[in-house]
């Protein structure tokens, strides 16, 4: 299972490697396999539903879970 850091880690690959984002969408899985973590079927149904959502909407609402407080946004 891919933690919370590894799942960001995709999603931001993805976010920024236009190859990667395609690679992800076409088939999770392998994407992930490929840097060297294991998805649970939960985490490759939620980056299913991050093609119908922009990358930044996503990280914004997963980067204050991961960093608390200390995460002030973007500006």
């Given at each position: 299972?891919?933690?919370?850091?590894?799942?960001l880690?995709?999603?931001?690959?993805?976010?920024?490697?236009?190859?990667?984002?395609?690679?992800?969408?076409?088939?999770p899985?392998?994407?992930?396999?490929?840097?060297?973590?294991?998805?649970?079927?939960?985490?490759?149904?939620?980056?299913?539903?991050?093609?119908?959502?922009?990358?930044?909407?996503?990280?914004?609402?997963?980067l204050?879970?991961?960093?608390?407080?200390?995460?002030?946004?973007?500006?």
């Open positions: 299972m891919a933690t919370d850091r590894e799942m880690q995709v999603i931001g690959l993805a976010a920024v490697n236009g190859d990667f984002r395609k690679k992800l969408a076409a088939n899985v392998q994407a992930a396999t490929d840097l060297g973590f294991t998805l649970t079927p939960d985490q490759i149904e939620s980056i299913k539903k991050v093609e119908g959502k922009g990358m930044a909407e996503v990280l914004e609402e997963r204050p879970k991961m960093f608390g407080n200390s995460w002030g946004g973007w500006g």
